[in-house]
């Protein structure tokens, strides 16, 4: 089984749709959690870290859930801007991080 | 504030041939990381330095692979000799202390 895991998708969605990735993780020490988005041909970039009780910015919501090691994004009201690759992020108290290998998500007119 | 600089944007090169990037990260960041990404994948760490010293060298390729970090600031990945599997984005990214990850644009090698 893979320390961090996400489904790859494409997921195709029409504009105004709301949508939601899962990512699991294996290790239950794990203690940190992030979600970045990467652009095609761009750098990734953090969109939000996920914390015990949820997190909430704008449209972007960041759920996580230690009972069952995954952790949620959900987008709502999507925008044509939000295509990207979203990438999930575990961190362990040693600083080690482990990076999932996206979901690609295509919102469409 | 300045992002994470990194150059050359790309390069080109032909197998066995050697290649170095550089990276400058942000000012104050300790931690600094170089990470390999293979078109649709995610990034995948190479090293991973505190200061000038190795956290985690675990995926580094040591027999063709090579980073230093000299004075805990810029740091340079050298490959040699390099392979076609090497064709990757070679990502350079800094953190101050609790893990948020700035990355710079990173460098798209191509190896012929």
């Known amino acids: 089984r893979k320390e961090v895991e996400q489904d790859p998708g494409p997921f195709n969605v029409p504009e105004g749709a709301t949508v939601a990735f899962n990512c699991t993780y294996s290790?239950?020490?794990?203690?940190?959690f992030f979600w970045y988005r990467q652009d095609c041909r761009k750098e990734p970039k953090l969109l939000m870290s996920v914390y015990s009780s949820g997190n909430e910015d704008g449209r972007f919501t960041a759920q996580l859930n230690r009972a069952s090691q995954y952790i949620s994004l959900l987008i709502r009201d999507s925008k044509l801007s939000d295509s990207a690759t979203y990438l999930c992020v575990v961190g362990f108290n040693n600083r080690k991080l482990i990076w999932g290998l996206g979901t690609s998500l295509a919102v469409n007119p | 504030e300045a992002g994470v600089a990194q150059s050359p944007r790309y390069k080109i090169i032909e197998k066995r041939q050697s290649v170095a990037f550089w990276c400058n990260p942000i000012s104050g960041h300790a931690t600094l990381y170089w990470y390999q990404q293979i078109l649709g994948q995610g990034p995948k760490l190479l090293i991973q330095f505190q200061n000038n010293g190795v956290v985690d060298d675990s995926q580094l390729p040591k027999d063709r692979f090579s980073a230093e970090r000299l004075k805990g600031v810029d740091s340079t990945l050298k490959i040699q000799p390099a392979k076609l599997e090497d064709s990757a984005v070679y990502l350079c990214a800094s953190s101050f202390i609790n893990e948020k990850l700035f990355f710079g644009s990173g460098t798209q090698l191509s190896v012929l």
């Open positions: 290790n239950s020490a794990s203690q940190s």
